[in-house]
């Protein structure tokens, strides 16, 4: 019995102590490693002291804790079962919740529920595997990490951590259970080297993860050298997204303006889907300028921008009488409809509308103030899903800046009808010639003003607006005709509808005629008869030649016959006589001469037409591996000659030979020629006269002439694959390695510079009588990319008629990693100016920049 009571004894023994061990030790147990049982534990130190080639993945559930810790190593994990702790080498991996921690060595203490991680030593003696922790957003590169998984709090030695497009340096950072940050010894830049290029430096850096970063007293240092520039305090946003915030003025001085900031405002970006940019501009002589700009995007519905600018330019000293303003303003204004919103409706908008000087003081950009044609389009379309009809509605303004003109169509409306077969049965069984019969039918309706920017809202320009409705219909059919040629029969009628027409009448008197506008509303029809008959003809040339296989001429010769009536005849009622002077002489008149869509035609019109398009191929053998395979080359694009003969015609029936080449050599040469050749001579004043040239034995005298050669070059750079590691000929040291090229220059020749090089050539002879006038010019651009970090580009030509320089101008661009440079240089001529900027590229510093300028203006 007493035997028995010692076994149940000792059985209840060993079962509290096996409860005790799991209790204490189940972190552990899952894992698989060495277990160590001393109470210190001293972890190896480099990779060579362990043996690789085995992945330990465990995971612990530690009371106390919100989430199950995951963890795992690439060599070894061992276990300290007395201290509750876990220590993993080589590219060791914790988890808990949403931080994950990377290191080449980690400990976890699950007593005290700490970490602490840090680098290990590779063969060289160097330190990798540093730690790498991510929580959410949050990324640290750091020395070493501890951290606290019960209260969240951390220490962070030697980080560096991304906070949006800006990067954190620290010597000391500490982590609050609220995620914030607060750095010691801190350096704030938007450089991703590990030694940044520059830094604002700070001793107390606090960091509130999306919303802002505060810095104590603060200085700027660039390449390690401190700056007069010294904050008394830092604040940087911190934000991910749209952020609303003060816009930074640019400063500076116009020799001819004043000192000014520029571009200074405030920029509101409170939701997704539209935001708004304003700015001004002031000037301490007076001037100023106001702008606002805004962007919206609808996702999958539209999108567009709107810009608006305001000026008020003062010339000379405002307290003088001889001092000017000028009002100028600029409006831009696009939107852009995605066609998956709508398939069969849509909305588009292209403004651009200025005052005629506005390009004059404004326009910055090069080029920009060479436009002289503004010109928008507002317009909308809808299509008739089913039917074949559709409709559309536009708003167009264009406007010269030079002469002041402005062109507005409010509104133009087009009702279409596409083509339709009316007589094609699907039920008929073989097709006749009329079921190619085919109709359509356009309805067009236009309001129009044309006037001058300084009389475009007075009642004139209103009382002068011309509008009407046009109709057009055509019919139309083609037939095979004698098996190789196509005839194509077509009658176009058009009929007119205006609110008001004219009459002229004569006052004896004063000997002048007068038109009086009849308001009421009339109609005008004409039409047209028109035949065409074409046919394509081939020859082939073969060749027994080693490269060259055989050349296709393709020869499209057409021949088209059209008839108009004389719409002035008497019985249309469309044009009358009126006289002009004293004598009795009369002047034949339309009633409809100011309508927007003209008037029928006078006298009668039987033109026979003559078309000869040709284009030449050839086919060229090439080796292949395969053997040799055939490859087409074009030698003439397009070569085409026209002209044509009016029957009805009492004079110079037959008119000008037009001549029209295209084509491409050596696949960078594009030549484009036209020419015009009166068949007629001319008498000793210039006058044609109805004798041919052909009498002189030549065809004709060419009246107008263009030749156009434009190429389009490419330096191809061997390197390009290899470009992120390509090094210098003579050494191998990598090209980017600016130590290196600083004190070795002579190692640093690449002679595969990539380039591009646009060139174009013009020139036009026009002798429409006894005097010719020849005109010639060239003008190029092209970029030069000297290194990987440098380019130059430049625009510019030459006027041979004139012998003066077309504007030219002179752009050189530095890559600075996270800086860069831009130096505009336009060196003579009347827009004669300089602009150096050089300014960090992360648009969180964007306004940390250095400007040097002088405007064309300061010329003057």
Not at 340 to 347: E, H, L, S, T
Not at 726 to 731: C, D, E, F, G, S
Not at 748 to 761: C, M, T
Request: with cysteine; net charge positive.
């Amino acid at each position: 019995m007493q035997r028995f009571l010692l076994k149940v004894f000792f059985f209840l023994a060993c079962l509290l102590i096996t409860a005790k061990i799991y209790a204490v030790y189940s972190p552990f147990l899952s894992g698989e490693g060495e277990y160590y049982t001393k109470s210190t534990f001293n972890p190896p130190t480099s990779l060579a002291a362990l043996q690789p080639d085995t992945i330990i993945t465990t995971s612990s559930e530690t009371s106390g804790l919100k989430a199950k810790i995951s963890y795992n190593a690439t060599d070894s994990m061992v276990f300290d079962m007395v201290n509750q702790k876990v220590y993993l080498f080589n590219n060791a991996v914790v988890v808990y919740e949403d931080m994950k921690l990377e290191a080449g060595y980690i400990e976890l203490d699950f007593g005290k529920s700490l970490l602490f991680s840090r680098g290990i030593k590779d063969s060289a003696g160097n330190t990798v595997q540093k730690p790498v922790s991510t929580q959410g957003a949050d990324k640290f590169n750091a020395g070493e990490i501890t951290y606290n998984f019960k209260t969240k709090k951390g220490r962070i030695k030697e980080v560096i951590t991304q906070q949006g497009d800006a990067f954190i340096h620290g010597s000391n950072i500490k982590k609050d259970s609220t995620n914030m940050y607060y750095v010691a010894d801190g350096k704030y830049t938007t450089c991703e080297d590990d030694h940044p290029h520059y830094f604002i430096g700070a001793k107390k850096i606090k960091v509130i993860p999306n919303d802002k970063i505060i810095t104590g007293p603060a200085e700027l240092y660039i390449a390690d050298i401190p700056t007069p520039l010294v904050l008394p305090f830092g604040f940087f946003p911190n934000k991910k997204g749209r952020a609303s915030g003060l816009l930074l003025p640019t400063y500076g001085e116009s020799y001819q303006w004043g000192f000014f900031l520029k571009d200074g405002g405030f920029y509101f970006g409170n939701n997704e889907y539209v935001d708004l940019a304003l700015r001004g501009d002031i000037y301490s002589n007076g001037s100023f300028g106001l702008q606002a700009g805004s962007n919206y995007n609808h996702r999958y519905h539209f999108n567009g921008l709107l810009n608006f600018k305001y000026s008020q330019i003062v010339d000379g000293d405002k307290e003088l009488p001889n001092s000017t303003r000028n009002n100028v303003f600029a409006l831009q204004w696009n939107h852009v409809q995605d066609p998956k919103a709508n398939p069969n409706r849509r909305f588009s908008a292209n403004v651009n509308a200025a005052s005629s000087s506005f390009n004059k003081y404004n326009g910055n950009v090069t080029g920009s103030y060479l436009t002289n044609t503004l010109q928008s389009n507002i317009s909308f379309s809808k299509v008739f899903t089913g039917t074949p009809f559709n409709f559309s509605a536009n708003a167009r303004h264009s406007q010269n800046t030079i002469t002041k003109k402005v062109d507005l169509s409010l509104p133009e409306l087009a009702f279409t009808m596409s083509r339709i077969y009316p007589f094609k049965k699907n039920s008929r069984v073989g097709n006749k010639w009329y079921d190619k019969v085919g109709l359509s039918a356009t309805a067009n309706a236009r309001n129009e003003i044309n006037t001058y920017d300084s009389l475009l809202f007075t009642n004139s320009t209103i009382n002068n607006m011309r509008n009407g409705i046009q109709i057009l219909v055509p019919i139309a059919t083609s037939m095979n005709v004698l098996k190789h040629f196509t005839f194509s029969p077509s009658i176009s009628t058009r009929s007119v509808i205006y609110r008001q027409s004219i009459t002229k009448r004569y006052d004896l008197d004063s000997n002048a005629v007068y038109t009086d506008t009849i308001n009421g509303v009339k109609i005008a029809n004409d039409y047209s008869i028109q035949g065409t008959l074409n046919t394509r003809l081939y020859g082939d040339y073969i060749f027994r030649l080693k490269r060259l296989k055989q050349i296709r001429h393709v020869l499209i010769p057409s021949v088209t016959a059209s008839y108009r009536p004389d719409f002035s005849e008497n019985q249309y009622g469309y044009y009358r006589d009126v006289q002009i002077d004293t004598t009795g002489k009369t002047q034949q008149y339309s009633l409809f001469q100011n309508g927007i869509y003209g008037s029928p035609s006078a006298g009668p019109s039987g033109i026979i037409s003559f078309g000869l398009n040709n284009t030449l191929e050839g086919k060229i053998r090439q080796k292949s591996d395969s053997g040799s395979v055939d490859k087409k080359v074009s030698l003439i694009d397009n070569l085409s000659i026209n002209a044509s003969y009016n029957m009805a015609a009492k004079t110079f029936k037959w008119s000008p030979i037009g001549i029209n080449g295209r084509t491409k050599l050596f696949k960078v040469l594009d030549v484009n020629a036209l020419a015009s050749i009166d068949p007629y001579q001319i008498d000793s004043i210039g006058r044609r006269v109805e004798r041919f040239e052909w009498n002189n034995k030549r065809i004709g005298r060419l009246t107008s002439g263009t030749l156009s050669l434009g190429a389009s070059l490419r330096g191809q750079d061997k390197n390009a694959a290899n470009k992120g590691t390509a090094t210098t000929p003579a050494t191998g040291i990598p090209q980017n390695s600016l130590d290196y090229i600083y004190t070795h220059p002579e190692a640093y020749v690449d002679f595969n510079i990539p380039w591009n090089l646009n060139v174009y050539y013009n020139l036009n002879y026009t002798k429409p009588d006894t005097l010719a006038t020849i005109t010639q010019s060239v003008t190029f651009n092209g970029n030069l990319f000297l290194t990987q970090n440098w380019e130059m580009g430049v625009t510019s030509g030459y006027d041979f008629t004139n012998k003066q320089f077309t504007v030219t101008s002179i752009n050189i661009h530095r890559n600075l990693h996270c800086w860069e440079m831009g130096f505009v240089w336009v060196p003579f001529g009347f827009r004669q100016s300089f602009a150096l900027n050089i300014n960090v590229k992360s648009s969180t510093l964007r306004d940390l920049k250095l400007t040097r300028k002088r405007d064309w203006y300061d010329y003057q």
